[in-house]
């Protein structure tokens, strides 16, 4: 079974802060995909990136970057130099790459950025 | 493009009362989900839909019931609300093939409260 875990429930920085959340995944499926979403305060959900598990190169956008170690099962989020406009809930997900691609979700970290 | 469109947004039952969400998606998409968001449990699968008169199980489906009769809807049903039912309720789609396989694009969300 395929399951994520999100061990940070909350977390708060000061703004220009860096701040890295912490992603850990089981599956027994040999190829996957890996996700984050954010879930602002108005409560829909954002898509942020998509990781193939053949893929284990770092990826930057701005001041997002992820780490992706799949000798550790891992798939950590940093935000470089936080804002105030960050402040939201992230969703690490996993899915199949095959079939239906459900998505499990981990429990979701909640981060606030502090003025 | 609207999207991911849930009605309705907000509903208020008593137990024992019975009610239909409605999820439209103008994508085109083949794949469909609903999942409800409980406070420190992330998303969870409830059910989902490969393709038009297609449904299945997801990992808490007991009390609720769906049908996609038409491609572009997936409907959830709750025969008989009970208070454990209160919940976020997402539904969500994807394309099953190209570039957006596997991205869920969700819609904004129907907060359930059962009294």
């Known amino acids: 079974a395929q399951k994520v875990t999100q061990a940070q429930t909350e977390i708060s920085v000061v703004e220009k802060e860096d701040v890295t959340l912490d992603c850990v995944y089981e599956t027994r499926d040999t190829t996957y995909y890996l996700f984050w979403y954010k879930q602002p305060p108005s409560g829909e959900l954002v898509f942020l990136i998509r990781r193939n598990s053949f893929d284990e190169q770092n990826e930057i956008s701005g001041r997002y970057s992820w780490n992706f170690q799949k000798s550790t099962s891992s798939f950590n989020f940093t935000i470089t130099a936080s804002q105030v406009v960050d402040s939201a809930v992230y969703f690490c997900?996993?899915?199949?790459?095959?079939?239906?691609?459900?998505?499990?979700f981990g429990q979701g970290t909640r981060l606030t950025i502090n003025p | 493009n609207a999207g991911v469109t849930q009605t309705p947004k907000f509903r208020v039952l008593k137990t024992g009362q019975s009610m239909t969400l409605l999820c439209a998606q103008d994508m085109n998409h083949e794949y469909m989900y609903w999942y409800r968001q409980d406070p420190g449990m992330g998303l969870r699968l409830i059910h989902y839909?490969?393709?038009?008169?297609?449904?299945a199980k997801g990992e808490v489906p007991d009390g609720y019931n769906v049908s996609r009769l038409k491609k572009q809807n997936f409907l959830l049903g709750l025969e008989s609300a009970a208070p454990s039912q209160t919940s976020v309720y997402f539904c969500?789609?994807?394309?099953?093939?190209?570039?957006?396989?596997?991205?869920?694009?969700f819609g904004a969300g129907s907060r359930l409260t059962v009294l």
């Open positions: 969500a789609s994807s394309p099953n093939r190209g570039a957006g396989a596997n991205v869920l694009t």
């Open positions: 997900a996993l899915s199949e790459v095959w079939g239906a691609q459900k998505l499990v």
């Open positions: 839909s490969v393709g038009e008169g297609t449904t």
